[in-house]
């Protein structure tokens, strides 16, 4: 399936012995996705005799799948012509990723190339906000009209579908283009040539507006299994389609960032092997200051009992074990409560079922530590069974604390319309830290002659 | 879209007040979803009296979208007509998925009332390995013979295509069912009716094996994005196929996976709300166990040190602020690593330039984070010049290490082949940890009068 490392060679030593009519004839019997493989691995010049080769169509596909670094080097030594017939040949969605990855000055001759009808979908393409329907969706879609029969919308989709993302919906509209239904090409299939779209078209529509957030409209997709979704403007005129593709695209993205906002980061959709090593530490330092300043708060609490230690200096040996347990306990419920928010699966009118819940796994797990902790020290501390028992108690403690602290802060971070994984997660293990030694010393003030 | 709170009252105030008629009506226009979570809000008689109500197509689409208890109080109450009508109109796979939450008793009495066929095809299924292709995949696809013209094709998926998971990729197969081709329904249309099969087809299958890992076809899965892949067995017969909405499905539990590994848990499939007390605790101790016995190396180097802290009790003060500053500068680099190696961008064999990448990365964030450290330490300890300037230094080297360590970890782990999420992360901490103290010690030892 997949282009093998030997296979690349080989492709590699036919561009360089020029052997590229043979190249030719195997390139077009890939597909797009390992042709543009083969492009990048070549050296630039040969890269762009053989993207010369290609047939226009598997040509602009190819085109798609290359790093922005492979295209700018292309499109720098294409013609306008052949310019014009990439950029009128890719869909709208794709044509929009390009140009906002390129630099202005080849923008400015992509566009010039292009037809004015292309110009202005772009144009209006590249004005909808971040990461909304209207950035992911594509303008190329079959429209039928209601009053088509079933033997005229295939004609039309014979005629007119070559081109379309997906033909298998079709969206059915008024002439101004307002959206009246769906229809399926299987709905076509299975019913009479003689009966009529609106007869057999689904107006109960499933649809997104070009403004709202690809992470919900992903959602959406999920919960109806959707294969692709209608976008329609402030005046319900549709303007395009989102397809499953770029859905899986958004899932993986949305996943990508809520892992980076875990671990404290500000989220990037730049792969990590482009990201400069500025962009990095631009992205890491924030919260890491942030973090490093709020942990000196249990530096403070620390600092509050020095006398405690400076008399049984072997309370300090327990601090790590203790810290990190608690830090640990609190990330394992948190983790499950912000993947729960983010798939829809918890939702914050649960809160007093899910913190009697942890309550209970953190007495169950924060007993066995304990115990088992215990039975530890006793062995390595002979003879200071009072400060096993308090680092046991401790940690009994500080493993519920954590637990419930873990769930109440994403929670609780929703409710008040912010984002669980950016402020939950990197500020729990600081939390928990301060608690778990305020716990320790109050425990050790009380048992032990300090 | 989404059915409102408001609008699951009014239902259920139509059940409750026995409007059956209109109750129908609104239901059969409805998406299966809605009409599933319509039922799981009514009592278990109201809903199993509603349920009766569907057409049967809506019934069985709707079943599937039913939470297991639901779906055990209908089956309880069905008879052996209407259990065998359901069994039927379920797709294999999620029949084969009901089977397995469901009780055994239950079980025998479904599969008593399905065809000795369906029945057949339901334990083939069973037998697949856990997360195989095998267990995604459905038996309900569209298969032509090669030598079929586009016009009958075009015959046979309108008579058989109504039942089929999907119609706009049908499978070329020879009688043995060895597959030949591919051919999207797009392809049938675009061509002329008098065109065989054998000549529009793809020949160039991307396909699975009944034993390849399902995050390995989602892989597939996304590089070309497909809409469904044919899946064959030992002897290249085709077997089933795989559909987008299964691989999203994929997606999301590997995503999920990863983030319960990432934060020290055993991986698990089921949704939260659903796991009993028991098992979260069972799936959190063993890594709680695990890192606690371990962090106590930590207190071991605190516990060589006791002499140090014994004479200067400040030192213990900045214990916290140098191990969260660790373990965070740490868990940012290797959470990009992890989830890089599990979206395909990041491979073993670049780990030169990553830790080239991080070194840098890490002396750049180390440096800002040692000086607005210091500054504030001068601020609060006057006096204490010596002490202050150990603890920034030892954070510069923290802070490096840390960040290195956290892309060694992970990738050495995918080259020993274990799972970088399960072992990295969990483990990281830890050794930052310990890795920390030695530093901070040593140059405390080297600069300090202890």
Not at 46 to 52: E, S
């Amino acid at each position: 399936m997949s282009l093998t490392d030997e296979e690349l060679e080989q492709f590699k030593e036919l561009a360089e012995e020029k052997h590229f009519r043979q190249l030719k004839e195997t390139l077009c019997d890939m597909n797009e996705v390992d042709v543009a493989e083969v492009i990048s691995e070549l050296t630039p010049e040969k890269a762009l005799v053989t993207f010369r080769l290609l047939p226009k169509d598997l040509a602009a596909d190819a085109f798609v799948c290359l790093d922005v670094d492979v295209q700018k080097s292309i499109i720098a030594a294409l013609d306008d012509r052949e310019l014009h017939a990439i950029i009128e040949d890719l869909a709208i969605d794709d044509a929009v990723d390009m140009v906002e990855e390129l630099p202005a000055s080849m923008v400015k001759r992509i566009l010039k190339q292009a037809t004015p009808q292309t110009r202005n979908l772009i144009n209006q393409f590249l004005q909808y906000p971040d990461n909304s329907a209207g950035t992911i969706m594509t303008a190329e879609y079959v429209a039928l009209r209601p009053q088509m029969t079933v033997e005229q919308a295939f004609a039309y989709i014979r005629k007119n579908g070559v081109d379309k993302e997906t033909i298998y919906t079709c969206y059915v509209i008024t002439p101004s283009r307002k959206l009246l239904g769906v229809v399926t090409l299987k709905d076509l299939l299975m019913n009479p040539y003689e009966m009529t779209v609106e007869e057999i078209m689904d107006d109960n529509i499933i649809f997104a507006h070009t403004t709202d957030d690809q992470e919900e409209v992903a959602g959406v997709f999920n919960k109806y299994g959707l294969l692709a979704m209608p976008v329609v403007d402030n005046e319900s005129r549709l303007v395009g389609i989102v397809t499953i593709d770029d859905i899986v695209d958004v899932m993986e993205q949305e996943a990508t960032e809520d892992f980076q906002k875990m671990a404290a980061m500000a989220p990037s959709e730049k792969p990590y092997m482009k990201t400069s090593v500025f962009e990095l530490s631009k992205n890491r330092l924030p919260w890491l200051f942030v973090l490093m300043l709020s942990s000196t708060i249990s530096g403070k609490i620390l600092n509050h009992y020095e006398a405690a230690f400076a008399v049984m200096p072997i309370l300090v040996t327990f601090i790590p074990t203790l810290m990190d347990t608690g830090g640990n306990s609190g990330s394992q419920a948190s983790t499950l409560i912000i993947r729960g928010i983010a798939t829809g699966e918890i939702e914050p009118k649960n809160i007093l079922r899910i913190v009697w819940k942890e309550l209970r796994v953190g007495m169950l797990c924060g007993s066995m530590l304990a115990a088992v902790n215990f039975i530890r020290l006793i062995i390595f501390y002979p003879g200071n069974t009072l400060v096993c028992l308090t680092v046991a108690i401790s940690m009994f403690f500080t493993v519920i604390l954590a637990k419930v602290l873990g769930v109440v802060l994403p929670i609780t971070a929703k409710v008040i319309h912010l984002d669980p994984a950016l402020v939950a997660s990197p500020m729990l293990t600081t939390i928990v830290d301060a608690c778990s030694m305020v716990i320790y010393f109050t425990i050790a003030c009380q048992m032990l002659p300090i």
